[in-house]
T-cell receptor, first 109, second 116 residues
């Protein structure tokens, strides 16, 4: 099945810093989403981005499907950005969605 | 804004007991999913459901698990005889179109199941 790898596994930032999170996947996908899991465990949709580039405030994401990776950019990080960021993909023609292991982000004040 | 809801938020049960976790997906969505997340680990797919039948399931989803859409709004996950290792957060999700064909899934807040 599809393998999803996220890097880095852990990241500590000073408030105001920028960062890039990466998601590599091993096969063709028709569905790619980025989520933020907050300290209460809720999965918050950030981007639905099987291809292309999207921006939402301080966050943006780019997926290059032909090269099988996606990037999540966080600019001017805030303490409320802390949590775990997951990439999740569904392979072409299937229903099963595979999550990566996540990047655990801690933003220091 | 429409959202997926789940009840209860936390359930504590004794090993061997049956539990039913409930979800109300977004009303015009057609595809429904259950996932679980053991504490500190990644989110794992359990099952997808469309047109009143299971469309795909993982190896985790064995005979102890079942899903049902008993009416037009609820979607349930039943665990027949809980084990300690079933302790996890269970998430329900829904999407408008087939997940693999490409549509955004929306997740509920989760039910934390604790098996003693």
């Amino acid at each position: 099945g599809i393998q999803v790898e996220q890097s880095p596994p852990d990241l500590i930032l000073q408030e105001g810093a920028n960062s890039t999170l990466r998601c590599n996947f091993s096969d063709s996908v028709n569905n790619l989403q980025w989520f933020h899991q907050n300290p209460w465990g809720q999965l918050i949709n950030l981007f639905y981005i099987p291809s292309g580039t999207k921006q939402n405030g301080r966050l943006s994401a780019t997926t290059v499907a032909t090269e099988r990776y996606s990037l999540l950019y966080i600019s001017s990080s805030q303490t409320t950005d802390s949590g775990v960021y997951f990439c999740a993909v569904a392979y072409t023609g299937g229903f099963k969605t595979i999550f990566g292991a996540g990047t655990r982000l801690f933003v220091k004040a | 804004e429409p959202e997926v809801t789940q009840t209860p938020s936390h359930q504590v049960t004794q090993m061997g007991q049956e539990v039913i976790l409930r979800c109300v997906p977004i009303s015009n969505h057609l595809y429904f999913y259950w996932y679980r997340q053991i504490l500190g680990q990644k989110v794992e797919f359990l099952v997808s459901f469309y047109n009143n039948e299971i469309s795909e399931k993982s190896e985790i989803f064995d005979d102890q698990f079942s899903v049902e859409r008993p009416d037009g709004s609820n979607f349930t996950l039943k665990i027949r005889s809980t084990k300690l290792e079933d302790s996890a957060m269970y998430f329900c999700a829904s999407s408008g179109l087939k997940g693999g064909t490409g549509n955004e899934q929306f997740f509920g807040p989760g039910t934390r199941l604790t098996v003693l």
